[in-house]
């Protein structure tokens, strides 16, 4: 109970005391829509090919960039306050870079942006690294070693372990693509040598479970792709350990290049207006000298891999609207959004997981995009739980403030954790059941294998075990009886626990939890405020909670493992209808970390058993995007939905809501109808569906 208020206490026969039926109510949540923001201030042009970067503490930084409408070549640096929405200049020292497009912008040890490559106003491609102080707003260029990659722009880039990847582009007078990767050690400001990989441009490219990931883009033909490729890094020593370049390379051992000089004629000056600012076209950065083998290049070392995508019901299509591709909690999103050749219902949010290499929406676009809207980038927070797209309207302004498409004046914030996705650091703690984890022995002493960190196995191995059998258990917890619950007696009526709230604490309780105390105090805020104000539980050393034996129990696991990974094989590992019932209690204990992972988990593994448990439940926890997910997998697979066990659980007036969870149009489909071909593609049903479930080996080619 919030607050330590004291809640309404019953006895019982067999001297259990109840908790009141609602300690805390379920915040109901409305339908997550985000709000687009208008900023002020010197709002930067509509700008093709600059990078734009979320560096933290709500600011956003724009740099570089070439204006379609007066073919200028940009080296201003704008910074823009999510808070005060307004966009400003900053002033900058030091070795001012060049005007350039087609650049990247990393951000690096939280307060510096690393800036490689891209193209000047004469359409030099360049191969300079620089360095831009957050704190300070002063730019260095440091001295860099061995053999420098090929001048390039619209390339990928990367770092890990304090290695910054760089990955195709475009080079040349014919704008020749990229095929190569290479890296620069930040530590030593020394270059590798360069590897044959994956041709592209326009790409993107990321790090996760120790390799370098690249998907989208243009191939040499100017044709979008939606193939992923990746590379793996651990256990190479061409990766691990420092370069060393002998004769045999024909490559010089420790080669310097000399400091670029820039010239800045025309500073970061004002052009008049409040709300733009002047081009700075005549600065000209000079291509540093590439040491480049006479010989092609051999492949990269570490295996590598391709995937190519066919079809499939998710799958976005590359060669419609406009798409951003990042990287967030262990998946691949791709943002589809509005574009003059597509419809806003074709708009959309989709995730790929990397583990299983499946696709799946996590929101329709007209749930998220405004159709009078163009977006024209997109930048994350470190931990992927924030995204920001940049972009401006498309019709006048009613104050006639600004023509369409004029200045990246709009900004659109999500918050991906409402629509499931956990971030990189809880997705990282989460999946404690990596390889490298599986390897060893979880503990000294529980030497079995397992995904839980070694004081999880521990904790596991003596969870609800009797207090007589050494475990030292103190306390005991009950709930109400489910078919899980091996004391249920046959002879006890059905309504005892399914009774209205206000009766169900007359209903005989479930057979006891063991339980320490310490550890519910210690992870359950909710028990510690409880047992701070000595209510009757903390004298009884009892406590019963009116919620399903399975969901109790598996909620109690939690508290001593940390996990509710399906991988555990214990008895405590919780099923997809636990952890719908977990997430009801999550919300009643405002315990926001158990939600979001069990958000995650529900809408990662959803399927036609748990459908419509994990609606019905999504609904009483208040959690909106979940049962909105659910409803429409309901609809998709509505012949199978309605033979579940789960479906015939829920109550009539459940049963109505879900039925009326389609539109007023909708219609059931019939085999028949779909094989003659009389709807659309995007319905799925059948056999086909049937192989979906088992794999998605018909939606991919891999080589």
């Keep these: 109970m919030a607050g330590g208020t ?15 039926n609602s300690p805390v109510r379920p915040r109901k949540q409305e339908n997550y829509k985000p709000k687009i923001i208008t900023t002020v201030g010197a709002r930067p042009a509509c700008l093709v090919n600059a990078s734009v970067t979320y560096v933290g503490n709500d600011q956003i930084y724009a740099f570089g960039g070439f204006d379609q409408y007066t073919d200028e070549v940009y080296n201003h640096v704008l910074k823009l306050n999510l808070q005060t929405k307004q966009w400003s200049l900053v002033d900058n020292y030091g070795d001012i870079p060049g005007v350039r497009m087609g650049h990247t912008a990393n951000l690096w040890q939280g307060d510096k942006l690393l800036v490689y490559g891209g193209e000047n106003e004469h359409r030099a491609y360049l191969s300079d690294v620089i360095i831009f102080d957050l704190k300070t707003a002063h730019w260095t260029q440091p001295d860099l070693n061995g053999p420098a990659p090929r001048g390039r722009a619209r390339h ?18 014919d704008n020749y693509v990229l095929d190569d990767i290479c890296y620069l050690d930040l530590k030593t400001w020394t270059w590798s040598r360069t590897w044959r990989f994956v041709q592209r441009y326009d790409h993107t490219s990321w790090i996760w479970g120790s390799r370098i990931w690249v998907f989208g883009g243009l191939t040499e033909n100017q044709e ?13 020593p061409a990766f691990d350990f420092p370069m060393v370049y002998g004769a045999g390379e024909r490559q010089q051992t420790s080669v310097k290049y000399p400091r670029l000089n820039y010239s800045q004629t025309a500073g970061n000056s004002y052009g008049g207006s409040s709300t733009t600012y002047a081009a700075n076209s005549s600065s000209v950065a000079s291509n540093p000298p590439s040491i480049i083998s006479s010989r092609s290049p051999p492949v990269a070392p570490g295996s590598i891999s391709t995937l190519k995508f066919i079809s499939g019901p998710e799958l976005p299509t590359q060669t419609l609207g406009t798409h951003f591709h990042v990287y967030s909690s262990g998946c691949l999103l791709d943002f589809v959004t509005p574009a ?9 949010l989709t995730a790929l997981d990397l583990d299983t290499l499946r696709w799946q929406k996590l929101a329709a676009g007209k749930d998220l995009f405004h159709p009078s809207y163009r977006w024209h980038y997109c930048t994350m927070n470190e931990d992927g739980t924030h995204a920001w797209l940049l972009g401006c309207p498309t019709e006048q302004l009613p104050n006639g403030g600004g023509t369409v498409e004029e200045f990246l004046s709009d900004v659109l914030p999500i918050d991906l954790r409402k629509l499931g996705l956990l971030g990189n650091s809880l997705t ?16 000294d002493s529980h030497t079995t294998q397992s995904h839980l960190s070694g004081i999880g196995a521990d904790l596991a191995s003596t969870f609800n075990v009797p207090p007589e059998s050494g475990s030292n258990t103190d306390f005991i917890v009950t709930a109400e009886i489910d078919d899980n619950d091996e004391s249920l007696d046959s002879s006890m009526p059905s309504s005892a626990s399914s009774g209205p709230p206000e009766l169900r604490h007359l209903a005989p309780a479930s057979q006891p939890i063991h339980v ?60 997809l209808a636990d952890v719908a019932g977990m997430l009801v209690m999550s919300n009643i204990y405002d315990m926001p970390r158990l939600r ?27 959690e909106e995007w979940l049962r909105r997910r659910a409803a429409s ?23 109505v809501e879900l039925c009326e969870e389609i539109d007023a149009e909708g219609r059931v489909v019939g085999g028949d109808e779909l094989e003659a071909g009389s709807v659309g593609s995007g319905v799925s049903g059948g056999d086909e569906d049937e192989g979906m479930d088992d794999g998605e080996d018909g939606d991919m080619d891999i080589a």
């Design 6 to 20: 004291p809640a309404s206490v019953t006895s019982s026969n067999n001297n259990t005391f109840v908790m009141s």
């Design 633 to 655: 997998f309901c609809m998709t697979h509505w012949g199978r939905i309605v033979r579940t066990q789960g479906f015939r659980n829920l109550k009539q007036n459940a049963l």
């Design 596 to 622: 979001l992972l069990c958000v995650n988990r529900l809408g990662r593994e959803l399927d036609v058993e748990h459908a419509a448990v994990i609606w019905e439940r999504a609904g009483t926890a208040g």
């Design 428 to 443: 990282a703690e989460s999946r404690m059941h990596s390889k490298a984890m599986a390897a060893m022995p979880a503990s």
């Design 156 to 173: 990928s880039a990367v770092i890990h372990d304090e290695k910054l990847y760089i990955i195709g582009g475009m080079t040349g007078h």
């Design 340 to 348: 003059s050749v597509i419809s806003s219902f074709e708009t959309s």
């Design 516 to 575: 320490h105390r310490l550890i519910l105090q210690a992870r359950w805020p909710h028990f510690k405020r409880m047992y701070s104000a000595q209510m009757v539980e903390f004298h009884t050393k009892k406590m019963h909670i009116p919620e399903p034996y399975s969901a109790v129990k598996s909620f109690l696991y939690y508290l001593y493992t940390d996990s509710i990974s399906p991988d555990e094989a214990q008895g405590g590992c919780p099923t």
């Design 224 to 236: 979008r792709t939606n193939e992923i490729w990746w590379l793996d890094l651990q256990g190479s």
